[in-house]
T-cell receptor, first 113, second 111 residues
């Protein structure tokens, strides 16, 4: 089983719908991240969390919200999806005590029609 | 502003050596990462450089020159499975919460 698990792996939805992407990890890391990847743009940070009570905005947080339900769970929500949110979304974790290596989930491909 | 530049695509032959360059201009620097990403998969960590010089790890080596804002990833004895995108990322602070990724270099290895 993967250490960082994302669900769903693929989702097609319509404009205006609410979507939640979930991430859970078994690595025991305190820090969790949501990234978005678009062709030609690289990975962009949406939100990150240091622990359950700490949430921080990344570069492109508009249109997104997150919830850190437990140390092992970090979910990303699109309250009202729009087509330009079509992308590949990655959850990642990091142990704050190490050099900074990120461990990524397998990705969630979201298509908004 | 923050800027990381990598070539978009490269090709090489199985068994050869390839060097993927990365230049960066960032406000603050505390380390450079290289990640490998196969198509449709998650990025996986390859290397981390914080001091100038060459770090060797098996067939892969990574070099950093902080004064020049330059790094390269060297892949030796190329194999078909090395066909992937290689992402350069810079951290501006002591932790990767300020990690900036380049757009990646897509490497195709031919027999």
């Amino acid at each position: 089983d993967a250490d960082v698990t994302q669900t769903p792996r693929n989702r097609i939805t319509k404009t205006g719908k609410r979507i939640m992407l979930e991430c859970s990890q078994t690595k025991g890391h305190d820090r969790m991240y949501w990234y978005r990847q678009d062709p030609g743009l690289g990975l962009q940070l949406i939100y990150y969390s240091f622990d359950v009570k700490d949430i921080n905005k990344g570069e492109i947080s508009d249109g997104y919200s997150v919830s850190r339900q437990a140390q092992a769970k970090f979910s990303l929500s699109l309250e009202s999806a729009i087509p330009n949110q079509t992308a590949l979304y990655f959850c990642a974790t990091r142990d704050s005590l190490n050099t900074g290596e990120l461990f990524f989930g397998e990705g969630s491909r979201l298509t908004v029609l | 502003g923050q800027n990381i530049d990598q070539p978009t695509e490269m090709t090489a032959t199985e068994g050869a050596i390839v060097q993927i360059n990365c230049t960066y201009q960032t406000s603050g620097f505390n380390g450079l990462f290289w990640y490998q990403q196969h198509a449709g998969e998650a990025p996986t960590f390859l290397s981390y450089n914080v001091l100038d010089g060459l770090e060797e790890k098996g067939r892969f080596s990574s070099f950093l020159s902080r004064s020049k804002g330059y790094s390269y990833l060297l892949l030796k004895e190329l194999q078909m499975k090395d066909s992937a995108s290689y992402l350069c990322a810079v951290t501006r602070s002591y932790n990767t919460d300020k990690l900036i990724f380049g757009t990646g270099t897509r490497l195709q290895v031919f027999p």
